[in-house]
């Protein structure tokens, strides 16, 4: 009750000690009344002390016994501490015997019977020390062959992807002791808060009497998992941003993305400064995984190059979506909408997180007018894809050749070039 095991083992000297004082005081008060407690019911008076003495002797037992049996025996045994309500209910019951059988020893002519064959004494004495202890310590039910629940919170900086972390902490706390592998951890965000991420992990234990140290082995699992894959825990704090006033790239920096753009196909005609200048005109976004970045149907006025990565471009035919192709690192997409006007052709979906860099019609006007031989690369990518998207959609597959010179014009004629 509120006492930690240590002070409890520190205690034990103390009631042994206790315990053989008592027992050689009860030694030698019999040694010295032996002879008058034997004579007969006028020494009565000399009863009570005896029976206080004796009572004293089986109270100090019964607690060394107590201490013995539950901070030693059943600790190292189970592994964890004994439940205080059993250990006082032990007491209880172990000492009301032996007075009741030292009552009985020395005061024979007095009937204890009727007092405890209606087990109302029990009844009172169970009654009060679990209400006692109820009153301090919280009682869970758990069933014993069921997988228990438990939550763990913890909160990240907004900074960090939501998907890598929930990646990275359920891969750790999944292999953690005592967690259960029949169901996997989830991990969520409970809610956004005013300086961070708030999460809670979901795990099952396998032994639910080892919940405390449990618990403590997922935080522990999960402060080393953010630590190496660079997340960062929240605490309260307010961060200034202090915002350039330039084209925002809240994400990579300049030279990575002149180094992606220069990877992509139909960019390699392009100059180390026309990259350099396309860099710095594109803007990064971070997609989760299964977001949609762009819808069949809507309008479009910007392309897109894979950063970091995976997408599928899908058509959805009667309520189904057919897959059309996977993009990843360096592929580009949303070509079809910016460069003809008319409206997408097909979703895109991350397939995990995917990193875009977003290229507007402005800045592919510019390009259009330096580097002829772009409009003409693009307009094969957008016939060839034409021809994918008719063939997905079960049509007559068009001339890709005829197609292009034609797509050819009428992207001339849709950025105004000659
Ligand atoms: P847009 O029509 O603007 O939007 C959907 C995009 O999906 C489209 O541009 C293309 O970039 C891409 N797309 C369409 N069809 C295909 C295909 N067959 N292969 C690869 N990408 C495609």
């Known amino acids: 009750m509120g006492t930690s095991s240590s002070a409890r083992r520190n205690r034990f000297p103390l009631i042994l000690l206790a315990t053989v004082a008592t027992g050689l005081g009860v030694y030698l008060f019999t040694l010295f009344f032996a002879a008058r407690l034997s004579e007969g019911p006028h020494t009565s008076f000399l009863k009570i002390p005896a029976v206080a003495l004796w009572a004293l002797l089986a109270y100090f037992t019964v607690r060394l016994v107590n201490a013995a ?21 032990f007491t209880l019951v172990i000492f009301t015997v032996l007075f009741v059988l030292i009552f009985k020893w020395f005061y024979s002519e007095i009937n204890l019977g009727a007092l405890f064959t209606t087990s109302a004494i029990f009844g009172v004495i169970i009654g009060l020390v679990s209400n006692s202890n109820a009153a301090k310590e919280a009682i869970e039910v758990a069933p014993r062959d069921n997988l228990n629940a438990r ?4 909160s990240t900086v907004y900074t960090d992807s939501p998907a890598k972390t929930i990646h990275v902490v359920r891969e750790a706390v999944r ?49 080393y998992a953010l630590r190496r894959n660079g997340l960062t825990f929240a605490f309260p704090t307010r961060t200034l941003h202090l915002e350039r006033k330039v084209t925002a790239r809240p994400t990579t920096a300049e030279d990575e993305i002149a180094d992606r753009l220069s990877a992509v196909d139909v960019f390699a005609p392009l ?5 350099r200048q396309l860099a710095m005109a594109t803007v990064g976004h971070v997609f989760a995984p299964g977001e949609t970045l762009i819808r069949a149907g ?3 006025s910007s392309m897109f190059v894979v950063h970091n990565g995976r997408v599928q471009v899908q058509l959805t035919e009667s309520g189904k979506s057919r897959p059309v192709a996977v993009l990843s690192e360096g592929n580009f997409f949303g070509e079809m909408a910016l460069f003809t006007g008319e409206p997408r052709t097909a979703s895109v979906v991350a397939l995990e997180e995917t990193e875009v860099l977003e290229i507007g019609h402005a800045a592919m006007k510019h390009l259009f007018e330096t580097n ?7 307009s094969w990518t957008i016939a060839e894809r034409r021809a994918g998207l008719a063939a997905s959609a079960e049509q007559a597959t068009p001339n890709s050749l005829a197609e292009s010179a034609g797509l050819l014009t009428s992207i001339k004629r849709f950025f105004g070039l000659r």
């Open 69 to 89: 049996l539950f901070d030693f025996a059943f600790r190292i045994r189970r592994g964890y501490e004994a439940p205080t309500l059993v250990r006082n209910i």
């Open 151 to 154: 939550l763990i919170f913890f």
């Open 175 to 223: 292999d953690a002791d005592n967690v259960s592998e029949k169901i996997t951890p989830i991990v969520r965000i409970r809610n956004l808060g005013e300086s961070s991420i708030e999460w809670e992990i979901k795990y099952w234990l396998e032994d639910y009497a080892k919940y405390n140290d449990t618990d403590a082995l997922v935080r522990q699992r999960t402060w």
């Open 271 to 275: 100059s180390t400064d026309e990259l």
């Open 298 to 300: 809507d309008e479009g």
């Open 372 to 378: 002829p031989s772009l409009v003409e690369s693009i």
